[in-house]
C-alpha cells in the first residue's frame, strides 16, 4: 500500500509508530522549514497553524507586515507604514498576540515582515488604517522630517541607479520616505517595535528592504534584540550591483535569490546539472546563512519562472528544494491573480476575508483571489516528512535519464523528478536497505512497488511531470 495521506500527516508528528516499514520508525529531526503566508490574516493563520501547519511540520511561518499602513485595497498598502501600532487590515493587536499563541501551541513560531526601511510614499497627507494622521515626512508621534533621509542626489530623491550604493541606501525606493537609519533615535524607535513584536512572542523578522539600510544600521537595529532572534534579511542580488547579500550575514539569514534562479530554467530545459556540492556555491551564501524559495510574492509578480500557475512543475520545483541539502527553504502560499497589485479578497470595510484552506491538491486550478493552499498539497507534506528522516544525511551526485533527474540523501532517501511528457525508469545508486518502497509524494494509494532497491541501486519509475521519493520510513513491509 501506498502511505496514505493522512497516514504521512500522522507520521510527521510523531503519532503513528510503524506506517510502512516492519523495522521501526527511523529517526525524524523536525526539518526547519518556513511557510509564507502572504496577506492571510491572523485569524487565518492561527487555524492553519492548527489545522495544516503544525501537523505538516513546518517550523515558522513569515506573515504579512502587522503594523499600520495607508488604506488602500492593494496588497502592497502593507509596505506603506503609517505608524507602527500593531492594527492592519490583516487583524488587530489581540488577533495578531492570539495567533502567536496558537501558532506555538501548534509547534509553529511566527517570524513577522519588519518593514524599517521607510515609512509612506504618497505626496498627499492622509489617516491611516489604525486612524493616525500623517504627511509624506511626517508621523505624529514617532518621525519628523529630520528622522528622513534626503539624498538630493536625484531627481525627487528617487533611486535610479542601483549600481550607486548612496543612492539605494540614502533615496527613496518607488518614492518611500526613507528613514535615516544611521540616527540613534530612529534606530531606538524602530527598534521599540520590534521589541514590541517580541513581546507578543514572535520568534523573528524578516527584515524587508534590508539592502536599502547600511548593513551597520541593520545590525545596529537587530544587535540589541535577544540572542535567538531569528533575522532574515531581504537582500534581491543583483549579480553588477555593489551591495552584495554576504555583507548582510552577519546580522542574520539572507533570503538567496540565486537558488530560484538556478533552479527554474532546468524545469523548462529538462537539463538538470548538479549544483556545486562543496559549500561554495557560486553567488550563493553559505548555507547556513541561506534562505532559500521558489517563488515569494515579488518574484511571482515578476522574475520567478516558476508559480502556482505552473501546476505540477511548481510542485516538482518545490519537491526537489525540499530534498536538498542547501539552506533553510520556505514554501510560499498566496492567491491566484491577474493584477499585479489586486489585493487579497476583503469585506466592504477592507479587512482581508478570513480564509482557511480545506483539502486542495497541487495543480487544481485556482481563479483570482482564491489562495494556493501549498501548505496542504499532499506532495509538500509528504517530503517535510521525506526531509525529516534524511536530516543531515549528505546530498549524493545526481543521477539523469532524458527529462528525468533524481539523487540520494546518502542511506537515508532517494528523490526524483520527470519533468518531461513520457514515464521515465532512473536509477539512482544508493545506501538504502533493499527492498520496495512507498512514494511520499503522491497523494494516491501505493501498490507497493513504486521504488525498488536492489543491489544498492535504486529502480524508480516516474510519471510524466512527476515527482517520486521514498525514504527509510516508507519501506514496505
Ligand atoms: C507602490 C507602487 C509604486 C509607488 C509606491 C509608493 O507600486 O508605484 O511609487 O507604492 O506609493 C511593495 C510593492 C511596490 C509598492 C511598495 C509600497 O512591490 O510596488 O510600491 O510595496 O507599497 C527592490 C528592493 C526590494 C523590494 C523590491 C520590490 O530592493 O527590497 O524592489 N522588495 C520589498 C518587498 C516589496 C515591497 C517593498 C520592498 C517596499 O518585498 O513587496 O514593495 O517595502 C533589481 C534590484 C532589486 C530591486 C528590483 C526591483 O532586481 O536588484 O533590489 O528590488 O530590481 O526594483
Ligand atoms: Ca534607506
Same mark, same amino acid.
Given at each position: 500500500m501506498r502511505v496514505p495521506f493522512a497516514l504521512v500527516a500522522l507520521a510527521a508528528t510523531g503519532l503513528l509508530a510503524t506506517a510502512c516499514t516492519g523495522q521501526g520508525e527511523p529517526e525524524r529531526a523536525a526539518p526547519d522549514v518556513g511557510i509564507q503566508l502572504f496577506q492571510l490574516? %491572523?485569524?487565518?493563520?492561527?487555524?492553519?497553524?492548527?489545522?495544516?501547519? /503544525?501537523?505538516? &511540520?513546518?517550523? %515558522?511561518?513569515? !506573515?504579512?507586515?502587522?503594523?499600520?499602513?495607508?488604506?488602500?485595497?492593494?496588497? %502592497?498598502?502593507?509596505?506603506?507604514?503609517?505608524?507602527?501600532?500593531?492594527?492592519?487590515?490583516?487583524?488587530?493587536?489581540?488577533?495578531?498576540?492570539?495567533?502567536?499563541?496558537?501558532?506555538?501551541?501548534? /509547534?509553529?513560531?511566527?517570524?513577522?515582515?519588519?518593514?524599517?526601511?521607510?515609512? !509612506? &510614499?504618497?505626496?498627499?497627507?492622509?489617516? &491611516? %488604517?489604525?486612524?493616525?494622521?500623517?504627511?509624506?515626512?511626517s508621523y505624529p508621534g514617532s518621525f519628523e522630517f529630520d528622522d528622513f533621509h534626503h539624498c538630493g542626489l536625484t531627481p525627487y530623491d528617487d533611486i535610479v541607479d542601483y549600481g550607486s550604493r548612496e543612492q539605494v541606501q540614502t533615496c527613496e525606493l518607488v518614492n518611500l520616505a526613507d528613514l535615516d537609519t544611521s540616527a540613534p533615535a530612529v534606530r531606538a524607535r524602530l527598534g521599540a517595535y520590534l521589541d514590541d513584536l517580541l513581546s507578543l512572542g514572535v520568534a523573528g523578522f524578516r527584515i524587508d528592504a534590508a539592502k536599502h539600510m547600511a548593513a551597520d544600521d541593520v545590525a545596529a537595529i537587530v544587535g540589541r534584540l535577544p540572542e535567538g532572534t531569528r533575522i532574515l534579511n531581504e537582500v534581491i542580488r543583483g549579480p553588477l550591483e555593489p551591495i552584495q547579500p554576504e555583507e548582510y550575514t552577519g546580522s542574520g539569514e539572507v533570503f538567496e535569490f540565486s537558488y530560484a534562479r538556478d533552479l527554474a530554467p532546468q524545469f523548462e530545459s529538462g537539463l538538470f546539472s548538479d549544483p556545486d556540492l562543496s559549500d561554495e556555491r557560486p553567488m550563493h551564501v553559505p548555507a547556513d546563512r541561506a534562505i532559500v524559495f521558489v517563488d515569494n510574492h515579488d518574484t511571482e509578480r515578476g522574475e520567478a519562472g516558476l508559480t502556482y500557475r505552473d501546476g505540477d512543475l511548481y510542485l516538482l520545483a518545490n519537491v526537489l528544494m525540499l530534498a536538498d541539502d542547501y539552506g533553510t527553504p520556505v514554501v510560499y502560499s498566496g492567491y491566484a491573480f491577474s493584477d499585479r497589485d489586486a489585493g487579497p479578497p476583503a469585506e466592504s470595510d477592507g479587512t482581508v476575508t478570513d480564509s482557511t484552506c480545506g483539502a486542495a491538491s497541487a495543480g487544481d486550478l485556482v481563479t483570482d483571489g482564491e489562495r494556493t493552499c501549498v501548505q496542504t498539497w499532499p506532495g509538500i507534506v509528504g517530503m517535510l516528512d521525506w526531509r525529516a528522516v534524511v536530516g543531515d544525511a549528505p546530498r549524493m551526485p545526481g543521477v539523469s535519464a532524458g527529462d528525468a533527474y533524481g539523487f540520494e540523501r546518502d542511506g537515508r532517501g532517494v528523490v526524483a523528478v520527470n519533468v518531461g511528457d513520457e514515464e521515465i525508469v532512473l536509477e539512482i545508486p544508493t545506501a538504502l536497505p533493499s527492498g520496495d518502497y512507498c512514494d511520499v509524494v503522491a497523494a494516491s494509494a501505493c501498490d507497493g512497488a513504486d521504488i525498488t532497491v536492489a543491489d544498492g541501486v535504486a529502480s524508480v519509475t516516474v510519471p510524466p511531470r512527476a515527482a517520486v521519493a521514498a525514504h527509510l520510513g516508507s519501506r514496505v513491509p
Open positions: 490574516p %491572523w485569524v487565518s493563520i492561527a487555524d492553519e497553524c492548527e489545522q495544516n501547519i /503544525g501537523p505538516a &511540520g513546518f517550523s %515558522w511561518v513569515l !506573515t504579512s507586515p502587522p503594523q499600520e499602513h495607508i488604506v488602500g485595497d492593494e496588497w %502592497w498598502v502593507s509596505y506603506q507604514p503609517v505608524s507602527h501600532q500593531i492594527e492592519s487590515r490583516l487583524g488587530t493587536r489581540d488577533e495578531f498576540a492570539d495567533m502567536v499563541q496558537r501558532c506555538g501551541d501548534a /509547534g509553529v513560531d511566527v517570524i513577522a515582515d519588519a518593514v524599517i526601511n521607510h515609512m !509612506t &510614499g504618497q505626496d498627499a497627507p492622509g489617516v &491611516g %488604517w489604525a486612524g493616525s494622521s500623517y504627511e509624506h515626512y
